[in-house]
């Protein structure tokens, strides 16, 4: 980071989140964003920034949190298993790097809403215990729904999580490239 920023390390969410990104969007830098399968992973990912003196944030797919479980893993619910577990051990030492942390969903399609859904109950949980959600953000990539249902679903979520001051990275529209079996090319 170029100029010093008035968030604490850790975790952010809520104010000092839309804080960091005001800093970086003023001073001209961007937030790097790495999707992490391992507590290894996410621990490497933190050095590097600490190294750096930069902010991070840490996102998980789907696939990504159903490894972070353990491939030998066969329950439906082992990503939102991993998802959870993997903000939990950030939430736990990210405040050691001595960086601002944001922790992000990625690429939640329609058929993975119910990975979706697990983790807003573990926000919720979360933020009933600590007064703030487990994660910062989330992602919704309904891009393969029409454009009206994707921004209707969209809104529902939106009014959950809102309480909680968690943003909501919504991906409306054709967009190249695949994520978890979401092939849009």
């Known amino acids: 980071m170029v100029v010093p920023c008035d968030v604490p390390p850790g975790v952010v969410t809520g104010d000092n989140l839309l804080k960091l990104l005001e800093h970086a969007r003023t001073n001209g830098y961007a937030i790097p964003a ?4 391992s507590s290894s992973v996410c621990n490497a990912v933190m050095e590097a920034a600490m190294k750096n003196n930069c902010p991070v ?52 399609a329609k058929k993975l809403l119910p990975w979706f859904d697990a983790m807003l109950e573990a926000d919720e949980a979360y933020y009933q215990q600590y007064g703030e959600p487990l994660y910062s953000s989330h992602m919704l990539d309904l891009s393969e729904e029409p454009d009206d249902e994707n921004i209707a679903i969209c809104v529902q979520y939106f009014k959950r999580m809102a309480p909680m001051k968690i943003w909501l990275e919504m991906e409306i529209g054709i967009t190249g490239g695949e994520e978890d079996g979401v092939n849009n090319e």
């Open 34 to 37: 790495f999707n992490c399968t």
């Open 57 to 108: 944030m840490i996102q998980c797919s789907n696939g990504g949190s159903a490894f972070f479980t353990g491939k030998g893993i066969s329950d439906a619910n082992k990503a939102a298993a991993g998802a959870v577990a993997m903000a939990l051990h950030v939430r736990a030492v990210a405040p050691y790097y001595g960086v601002p942390v944001v922790l992000h969903s990625d690429h939640c």
